[in-house]
């Protein structure tokens, strides 16, 4: 009796300190995730032109009307985001599954060459982005003094329609590759050795195990760095900031979240204003989350292999 | 015979194995080039780092920027602006973090599944969404300008952390704990003094992670701080590369100083940065 007793308020102190010990990040994403996330539902149905909310005023659909009817720009922003995302990811993937394959090789120096690949992913994005705006420089950038080199003219390669994105991919893919070789690197060294040694055996050609066996067998983490890949991708915001602060030539480099914060931030607030930059916010974050579902729903297939 | 065709598998073995060692060579090189040209451009005086072309080795080291740049108080103050808002944060961050890890590794109670979904769910919540509403409410309780919206919600501890915290503590083993229990330890008892130092590799690799992360921060700053003063150390360089008159030779030596931290500590600490990246990376 006295043991059953015993077991029921044990049970029961670990459903308190669980709870308690468990609870802190829970309680900070109510707080300042889900709230505000509540409140910007509201903010999106009002016209609000400072930051006071005592000024807000309730217009319903309006906001969302107008996005639909006039906002330009903001569809714009969308294109090129999703150009940006898939180009770069895809890329990307590409490069750093063909360095992780040659890095799984027995050679020497594996060490140092991940540890340089991996070095602009410590790097910040200001550090970074002004050293691409220096290389990339009209007047006095090296790849513009490569170009007279050649016998071609100068690009003004962040001001032109043609160069300007490319020239946004290109960093990312530069900056990215260190990070999915990473991950690679870690799938390719947990597929089981006897595949590759029967396949040997059978006498199948390196591209044909490569094909085979190899991009089958991690094709969780692929998977895996594809869709965090394209969500980080489409939620880019800083190297578009720094690079193009107010979009780029003809808008050719305003991504979705540049989008939103300049109309929140930056753009005349009677025109736009925090009530309309929600309502931008809103649909931003719904086509983002159309991803992280799609990965919450598969996520669970990452680890069959392995 | 036998041995001919022993030679010509070693011939293209090396062969293959050259190509593999120039392909790596020349990515590498490509990562490096950048970083080395603004290096060279650091070391020039600004008449030379706008002469075109581009020369590599201009015959002299100049130094004068990078003294510039370390005689510059406002660098400085940035720093210090940097560690207040990220120091005691990623201590506090960890803690709690570990904290919800252990509960969900360790303690067998009601609500841990469905514990467990919500915060997974708070991985999903895009922060753009959440960008209006909480600058607003900041502004509200007079938060705006403050360190505050950068260190408040991050003490709570993040999702990312608890999950690989989790993970980590999956592996150490229950009667540990147990004993400790019996010894008359409490549950808290027990997470501060067997379980924390028992996963002390794991603690210092999330709190390396939260520096780098907090220190290269440019969206939270930049979104919340006006004042001049109370910039962290990349608005101070954002503002330094904006400024019309670019006195190129400094910026790139401000650009390097701010880098090189991190790229410092990332060496030093490489096994434990690579392991909390895979881990977090892949879960399970």
């Known amino acids: ?306 | 015979m036998a041995n001919a065709k022993l030679k010509s598998g070693k011939v293209s073995r090396i062969a293959t194995k050259t190509v593999t060692y120039a392909i790596l060579v020349f990515a590498c090189l490509m990562i490096l080039l950048p970083f080395t040209i603004i290096l060279s451009t650091s070391f020039k005086t600004y008449a030379d780092s706008t002469k075109v072309p581009f020369t590599f080795f201009p015959g002299y080291i100049d130094v004068s920027a990078y003294g510039e740049v370390f005689g510059n108080i406002a660098i400085w103050k940035g720093l210090l602006n940097t560690l207040i808002v990220v120091g005691p944060i990623m201590f506090i961050g960890v803690f709690t973090s570990a904290l919800s890890a252990y509960a969900f590794a360790k303690i067998n109670f009601k609500w841990s599944g469905i514990m467990f979904t919500v915060l997974m769910m708070s991985m999903m919540l895009p922060g753009v969404i959440t960008m209006t509403p909480a600058y607003v409410v900041y502004d509200m309780i007079y938060w705006t300008d403050t360190y505050l919206p950068l260190m408040i919600p991050q003490a709570f501890g993040t999702a990312s952390c608890v999950f690989y915290l989790r993970q980590y503590f999956h592996g150490i083993p229950n009667d540990m704990l147990e004993a400790a229990e019996i010894d008359g330890l409490g549950r808290f008892g027990c997470f501060c003094r067997i379980l924390l130092p028992l996963a002390k590799p794991a603690l210092i690799a999330q709190i390396i992670l939260w520096f780098i992360a907090g220190y290269n921060d440019y969206f939270g700053p930049m979104l919340y701080l006006d004042t001049e003063r109370k910039f962290t150390l990349q608005l101070v360089l954002k503002q330094m590369t904006g400024s019309a008159d670019s006195d190129w030779p400094k910026i790139m030596a401000s650009s390097i100083i701010t880098m090189l931290p991190m790229i410092a500590i990332y060496f030093f600490a490489q096994k434990q940065f690579i392991e909390g990246i895979v881990m977090t990376g892949m879960k399970e």
């Open chain 1, 1 to 306: 009796m006295r043991k059953e007793a015993a077991r029921m308020t044990r049970a029961k102190r670990d459903n308190i300190y669980g709870t308690l010990f468990a609870a802190s990040p829970i309680i900070g994403f109510f707080l300042f995730g889900l709230l505000p996330m509540l409140f910007s539902v509201f903010l999106s149905f009002g016209k609000l032109t400072t930051f006071d909310l005592g000024d807000m005023e309730f217009v319903g659909f309006e906001n969302y009307a107008r996005i639909f009817a006039e906002d330009d720009r903001f569809f714009k922003s969308i294109g090129n985001t999703f150009l940006y995302a898939i180009v770069s990811v895809l890329l990307s993937l590409v490069f750093s599954l063909f360095l992780a394959q040659l890095l799984a090789q027995e050679i020497h120096g594996k060490k140092v060459f991940r540890v340089i690949l991996f070095i602009p992913y410590v790097c910040s994005a200001v550090a970074i982005s002004t050293m691409w705006k220096w290389l990339l420089d009209y007047n006095f950038g090296v790849l513009n003094d490569l170009m007279t080199a050649f016998g071609a003219e100068r690009v003004d390669w962040l001001n032109e329609k043609a160069t300007a994105m490319p020239m946004m991919i290109f960093m990312s893919v530069w900056g990215g590759l260190g990070y999915n070789m990473i991950l690679y690197t870690a799938a390719l060294t947990s597929v089981n050795r006897s595949y590759y040694e029967a396949a040997e055996i059978d006498g199948a050609s390196k591209a044909r195990i490569f094909m085979s066996i190899t991009v089958p067998l991690i094709s969780p983490t692929t998977f895996f760095l594809l869709i965090m890949g394209f969500i980080g991708a489409l939620q880019s915001f800083a190297n578009f900031q720094i690079m193009t602060p107010y979009g780029g030539p003809d808008d050719s480099t305003l991504s979705m979240v540049l989008r939103v914060y300049n109309a929140a931030f930056v753009e005349d607030s009677m025109t736009y204003g925090m009530g309309y930059a929600s309502a931008l916010g809103w649909i931003v974050g719904i086509i983002v989350m159309i991803f992280s579902a799609i990965n919450f729903v598969f996520s669970k297939k990452w680890v069959q292999y392995g």
